[in-house]
């Protein structure tokens, strides 16, 4: 069992920063994908990015890319999500997940934190 838990969620003007970060607990993340989504009111979870553990490949939706850096922290078993110039319509309830194999589907995710919300004012 991996325990998942998000942190570094909050309300930013547009343009400014963000880094979310991912705790994970229970085992190491070696094996796993990890992947960060969000849910904005009354739309569906959508995935942003993603990083398996063990190779380090990295993967963004386009509407992030550039814009967004997934890295991890092995000493801290921490996958973290770097925003930068941040949008009014990146508004959301930001999730991250893990699974054993790659995908964007959110519900073939195994494990998900409680998520962190993240308001950015135009």
């Known amino acids: 069992q991996v325990q998942l838990v998000e942190s570094g969620g909050g309300l930013v003007q547009a343009g400014a920063s963000l880094r979310l970060s991912c705790a994970a607990s229970?085992?190491?993340?070696?094996?796993?994908?990890v992947g960060w989504f969000r849910q904005a009111p009354g739309k569906e979870r959508e995935f942003l990015s993603s990083l398996n553990w063990s190779s380090g490949t990295t993967d963004y939706v386009a509407s992030v890319k550039g814009r967004f850096t997934i890295s991890r922290d092995n000493a801290k078993n921490t996958v973290n999500l770097q925003m930068n110039s941040l949008k009014p319509e990146d508004t959301a309830v930001y999730y991250c997940?893990?699974?054993?194999?790659?995908?964007?589907?959110?519900?073939?995710?195994?494990?998900w934190g409680q998520g962190t919300q993240v308001t950015v004012s135009s």
């Open positions: 229970g085992r190491t993340l070696s094996g796993y994908v």
């Open positions: 997940a893990a699974r054993s194999m790659w995908t964007i589907t959110p519900t073939k995710y195994d494990y």
